[in-house]
């Protein structure tokens, strides 16, 4: 009987809630909550995202903190090294204001020259503050590489979008125009544009756009021609929606996370370029200051006051090293191939 027993406990069927048999255990997401979640996973790329904020809300508020304009100067002042009260009595920090010439000796700059202010990151050679100036130049570096990017990605979408979706003669056409756009060299764009207009961010940023756009105008049209043969795009042709809605309400909206990563790639790039030609006089002129200014002043007098072109190249190079990591934490987080 006790044998009789256990064997009827044992293939006794289990009982199950049909209610929560049904029930979906893993929340339902749309495709850009799924895209953050991933985004979120990427160590790096929250890392570079907290970091460039960081560096905006500094570029914008930076260059008022210390009472000190960008284009102030005072030759009294010029030349001192970094100096930060609270911290100049710590050895191993370099805000002491101390230097050291070319024979070893050590000296420290503002009481040679009886300076009783503090410059947080040192003065250049016309004794402007360089806290300032570098916060300007991080300001006008984005800015212009932001607008660039930007335009570019408006130019780039459009055209790539009309040049895919139409195809033919129109295709054919518009594709020798970007070709011909590609054979031309970027400097010598610039060069034009400094002849026609003054070296300023007018002329970098229409430098920069006029072939910026080719690169996003290919990508679009190679997403738009393998796009427009999906059947949702034949049934909103067949219900009588005009070409232009089609593109703006069905082909765009599926080309965002493209348009996104493109758009994160072209912003460091800008950032480059627009620092190349500050470098080599092509870029602002004086007063005004960008990294790549910076960095060209800083070069010329590297083996004196070495600290005039490193802090400008620390923070360019992190504003280049966060962006490109932010945009490989979006193309592996919009990327369909890349789901878990």
Request: hydrophobic residues 50%; contains cysteine.
């Amino acid at each position: 009987m006790a044998h009789e027993k256990i064997s009827k406990e044992l293939f006794k069927p289990a009982h199950i809630d049909s209610a929560k048999s049904e029930e979906i255990s893993k929340p339902s997401l749309n495709y850009w909550q799924d895209a953050w979640l991933r985004v979120r996973k990427n160590k790096g790329a929250i890392i570079s995202l907290i970091v460039l904020a960081l560096l905006t809300i500094m570029a914008i508020v930076g260059p008022h903190i210390n009472g000190h304009g960008y284009d102030d100067q005072n030759l009294k002042h010029s030349n001192l090294p970094p100096r930060i009260q609270g911290l100049e009595n710590i050895s191993w920090l370099p805000f002491d204001g101390d230097l050291t010439r070319k024979n070893g000796d050590v000296y420290n700059a503002y009481e040679q020259k009886k300076v009783d202010e503090y410059y947080w990151l040192g003065t250049d050679s016309l004794g402007r503050d360089l806290f300032t100036r570098v916060w300007k130049g991080t300001q006008v570096s984005l800015y212009i590489a932001v607008l660039a990017a930007v335009i570019d990605m408006v130019i780039g979408v459009l055209y790539g979008a009309i040049s895919g979706f139409v195809g033919g003669r129109t295709d054919n056409v518009m594709q020798r125009i970007t070709e011909i756009l590609v054979g031309i060299p970027n400097l010598v764009v610039v060069i034009l544009m400094i002849i026609v207009l003054d070296p300023g961010i007018l002329s970098i940023t229409i430098a920069l756009t006029i072939t910026g756009w080719v690169g996003m105008a290919r990508v679009v049209r190679a997403q738009v021609m393998k796009l427009k043969q999906q059947e949702y795009v034949l049934a909103a042709r067949t219900l009588g929606l005009s070409n232009g809605k089609i593109i703006w309400k069905h082909l765009l909206p599926n080309l965002a996370g493209v348009i996104i990563i493109n758009t994160m790639f072209t912003i460091p790039s800008a950032i480059f370029f627009e620092a190349f030609l500050s470098f080599i006089g092509l870029g602002l002129q004086p007063p005004l200051a960008s990294l790549g200014t910076l960095i060209d002043d800083g070069f010329k007098v590297l083996q004196l006051y070495p600290y005039q072109m490193i802090i400008p190249a620390i923070i360019i190079s992190l504003i280049m090293i966060c962006f490109n990591m932010i945009a490989d934490g979006l193309r592996d987080a919009l990327d369909p191939k890349m789901r878990d």
